[in-house]
């Protein structure tokens, strides 16, 4: 019987980290490089049309604010101006006074 050590296998360093700078490394993680890369491009661009939608519906309610308020605006003036106060003083500019005398009521 031999009484010497036993002989332990360690393994040495390629071993335990096989090619970390080695070009099947980097080939290995290319297809998944790739993808990530692709996923990245793809939100980038998701993330830049959707600040661009959301500008242009900012921009569109601030014109439905002005529109609104050019609405309102035209509405009390169509509404002014049609009192009968204000038509009076109108036709009176014009030349046209108004009724001294009553209608007369034609009968069949």
Do not use: C, W
């Amino acid at each position: 019987m031999d009484h010497s050590a036993p002989h332990i296998n360690t393994p040495d360093d390629s071993e335990i980290n096989p090619g970390i700078n080695s070009r099947e490394n980097i080939t290995r993680f290319l297809p998944f490089l790739l993808f990530l890369s692709g996923i990245m491009i793809i939100y980038i661009f998701l993330s830049h049309r959707t600040e661009r939608k959301i500008r242009k519906i900012e921009k569109l309610n601030r014109e439905v604010k002005e529109l609104y308020s050019e609405y309102i605006t035209l509405q009390t003036e169509i509404l002014n101006g049609s009192r009968s106060s204000n038509l009076e003083q109108l036709m009176l500019e014009k030349g046209i006074k108004p009724a001294t005398e009553p209608p007369v009521l034609i009968k069949k």
